[in-house]
């Protein structure tokens, strides 16, 4: 287990982290020709949307050896929709390689998957990657790690020339310099290793001396050299770079360029030396599903059983994939198991080892594999699965909220009942695509993180699932707020011959800053509403936050506390008590000021200087807010913040304005208020399209 590497490869849209994976596969031996995103011959991005587009939508799995080392890789989509794929690959890997490219830099995506690494506590290593590219800044690349990810870049390898003049880099830890040259054997080239020339011995000197300065505040074996003034050897560098990694102090920096096949091989020398095995993951945390005690789960082949579903794929003529991390314990072919997230029995038919979308029979899986299992029937992505129905849980996955549906009408009966399935098989493989009926008009609505998310699971209900349908425009997933501190009650006392229904809340509801979500607490005194009710009542008040009073959007960002009540000892029930809350709720959320909410982007623009001021006019026409704006070489980047309603098919508008030479990267940010005179008009479109219908 010393010898597994769990790892991902994470980046915003386009830093190159497909074709750093394909030159990984070339060089470890597992591919025997260069794949490339951009001819559609990338073997991670297998799925005919990927090929198509040039982009990773689904993360990839694979697996392959460098210097006796086994290395698992998945390949995750840098487009903020994808999100969901990386949250999850994330939760489950033990180390990940950050791409950052050379000339964009630390960009919007490139800060929201580092967010998601520290949620997880995931060890790193940064790859500086396209250092061949007009306008490549290693330092400037370093400066923003720093500002922006507030992280402590280690960087162990200085560049040699950029731009045009880039041929490899000075190692930092053994002293030499390494550079690839063409080679008629290999179209790859060869790495040649010598003596660092003259002209970079002073910034190599400085750069080492930063790196053991760094290193001594790290480590005490270094500062106490480093005190006396003795050389420190590469040995105790090396020891030392993997310790402060796997404690999150550092984050070493390489750099390269995937796509001219330089710097692939020092990078897999990182991953090896310096990111976390299973074994330094030493335990897993689980918690006790009764007393929600917690668990320690050790890495190790002999414990009881222990993984977790992370990713559900549906692949024809196998069947339902189940990607699926071992934390602890051994799994056979035809071993029982139960999913203890949802109390079932559940029998392995078969373990594959993946690579993409190929697959490899194994017998056998230990702690630290990440596999693939066929033959489990009812899973869902994050589900916890043990060696009986005591096994210890492990803590979900969470994911962000849906943000954009569009309405889907199959064509004919047929196509109707094939598109039930097909929803229900979409929304098992993705978390964050949700479908549901419209019970007012009867319309399917589907949901997920943007345009482009949406696109591409219409684009499979056509062509993958061949169901023929006809889909609606875009529309934003407003929220609702409430605004004003209220208490409300409800006494519901129905009496109808025989037992009747009684149930009486009195309840207190409190906006909360934005993000905060929905809290339920409990405050009764003298035992006027029995404990019993409150599970009741709690879900009761959920139910209500379905629907708000102003347009039947959900109502987010409130805490409601139980404060009083009262019940009857023959007619109060479950059910009661729960219908006294919804109407409360009602009554409540009413009172409360209610606000219509809309998603914000955050929007950063890279534009050639001549174009800035018609693309800042157009913002300002779109409710966007200037944030920050910077000078890099003749290019300016812009970051605002805009209304997701306000960006519908902006990259059309964006081309025109900056005749294609100007692009942009979008995520969503959070939930605001509809400033009023807008969200009199978008209640009256959405009265006069419900009435339509």
Known sequence: ????????????????????SERILYFTGRNYKLGET????????????????????????????????????????????????????????????????????????????????NKYGVPRVAFINKMDRVGADFQRVVKQIRDRLKALPLVIALPIGSEDSYQGHVDLVSMTAKVWEPCDKDPAGKMVTFEIPNNLKKSAEDARADLIDILA?????????????????????????????????????????????????????????????????????????DTLEEVD????????????????????????????????????????????????????????????NQRVEMETAQAGDIVALVGIKEIGTGDTLGHDKDAPLLEKISFPETVISVAIEPKTKADRTKLSTVLHTLMEEDPTFKASMDEETGET????????HLEIIVDRI?????????????????????????????????????????????????PMPMGTGFLFDTNVKGGTVPSTYFPAIEQGVRDALQEGPLAKKPVTDIKVTLTDGSYHEVDSSLLAFRNAAIEAMKIGMAKASPVLLEPITKVEIETPEQYIGDIISNLNSRRGRIINMEMHHDLRNVETHVPLAEMFNYSTHLRSLSQGRASFSMEILNYADVPESIAEKVLKAMKEAQAAK
């Not at 994330?90 to 490219?101: A, F, K, P, S, W």
């Not at 994939?321 to 079932?344: A, E, F, P």
């Not at 609505?445 to 482009?452: K, V, Y």
């Open 1 to 20: 287990m010393h010898k597994i590497r769990n790892i991902g490869i994470i980046a915003h849209i386009d830093a190159g982290k497909t074709t750093t």
């Open 462 to 510: 056509l062509r993958e699932f061949n169901v023929q349908a006809s889909v609606g425009a875009p529309q934003v997933a407003y929220r609702e707020g409430l605004r004003k501190h209220v208490i409300t009650e409800y006494k519901l006392a129905k009496q109808t011959g025989g037992r009747g229904q009684y149930g009486h809340v009195i309840m207190e509801i409190q």
């Open 217 to 289: 505040s790290c480590n005490d074996e270094i500062l106490e050299k480093y005190m006396d003034g003795e050389e420190v050897s590469d040995k105790l560098i090396k020891t030392a770079i993997r310790e402060a990694t796997l404690k999150n102090m550092v984050v070493p920096i390489l750099c390269g360029t995937a796509f001219k096949n330089k710097g692939v091989q020092s990078l897999l020398d990182a991953i090896v030396d310096y990111l976390p095995s299973p074994k330094d993951i030493q335990t897993s945390i689980g918690y006790n599903k």
């Open 445 to 452: 609505i589907i949901a997920g993180m943007g345009e482009l």
């Open 297 to 356: 789960i050790p890495s190790d082949p002999k414990a009881p059983f222990s993984a977790m579903a992370f990713k559900i794929a549906a692949m024809p003529h196998v069947g339902k994939l189940v990607y699926t991390r071992i934390y602890s314990g051994t799994l056979n072919v035809g071993d029982q198991i139960y999913n203890v997230s949802r109390g079932k029995k559940e029998r392995i038919g078969r373990i594959l080892q993946m690579h993409a």
């Open 38 to 117: 951009h001819d559609g011959t990338a073997t991670m991005d297998w799925m005919v949307q990927e090929q198509e587009r040039g982009i990773t939508i689904t993360s990839a799995a694979t697996k392959c050896k460098w210097n006796n080392h086994d290395i698992n890789i998945i390949d995750t989509p840098g487009h903020v929709d994808f999100t969901a794929e990386v949250e999850r690959s994330l939760r489950v890997l033990d180390g990940c390689v950050i791409v950052l490219c050379a000339v964009g830099g630390v960009q919007p995506q490139s800060e929201t998957v580092w967010r998601q690494a």
